[in-house]
């Protein structure tokens, strides 16, 4: 079983990157990997020269990288509804389509040519319509992505089971023998995802951001105990190594990032008003 790679990581980019760094990062990695220059793994590099001419053709699309960066995979998933494939109404190689641009190659002057010239070179003239694998949808929630999980669900007809890894996003796809699968993950009321990692606001009295002492935070594994210093301010960040989701492509995990909130209590017991009121007069 294997994961559709995220584009930005198999061109070693960051969201951020400009149109200039996604061109000059899709040649170095095209030239490392183009099949020629590795003959002792071919298959490898076969695979990894298809996966990097499929990420650049999205993300040096301004219009297609706009989708991808907001919706991931899903976005030219036509199975989710949210839009179409990234690379239809140009011909059709391996298992997704690219439309051929016979602009200035971001190969530059070198023997190779037009990077689509490479990728025909290596993969001839395409596979038939019957290679064409069908995809489908599954949805699941936020917290089964995280720890993972096993649906049961009905293909055609018969019932097959999906084991979803843990760590698996918005956009992930599984692919088995006969056909893949596009994972949807639905939101957390609490929890917000960024990769890896995990954001999560943690309430805390007055008293406690004050003085000091410990809190008992929520994780997405179960309760842990926080050491909360004295005079913490509204809004401090503490990050919990190792308590995020699990990394897809190797082992360990993101991080956990708590943010302490000072809540503010709407209402105030005569007790509580009067410590309020004996605060107020020391200047607290």
Known sequence: MSTKRDYYEILGLTKSASA??????????????????NQSNKPEAEEKFKEINEAYQVLSD??????????????????????????AGGSRQGPFTYTYSSGASPFGDTDFGDPFEIFEQFF???????????????????????????????????????????????????????????INVGTHPRYKRDGADLFVDHPIPFSLATLGGTTE???VDGKLKLKVRAGTASHTLVRLR????????????????????VAVPSKLSGEQKRAAEMLREVGI
């Open 20 to 37: 200039s760094e996604i061109k000059a990062s899709y040649r170095k990695m095209a030239l490392k990997w183009h099949p020629d220059k």
């Open 62 to 87: 301004a219009q297609k990288k706009q989708q991808y960066d907001q919706f991931g995979h899903a976005a030219f998933d036509p199975a989710s509804g949210m839009g179409g494939n990234p690379f």
């Open 242 to 261: 190792g308590e995020g989701v699990p990394h897809l492509q190797h082992s360990g995990k993101g991080d956990l990032y708590v943010r302490l909130i």
């Open 217 to 219: 935070v929520e994780t």
């Open 124 to 182: 001839g003239g395409g596979f038939s319509r019957a290679a064409q694998r069908p995809r489908y949808s599954m949805r699941i929630e936020f917290l089964e992505a995280v720890r993972g999980v096993t649906k049961e669900v009905a293909i055609d007809g018969k019932k097959q089971k999906i084991k979803v890894p843990a760590g698996a996003n918005d956009g992930t796809r599984i692919r088995f023998d006969d056909f893949d699968v596009t």
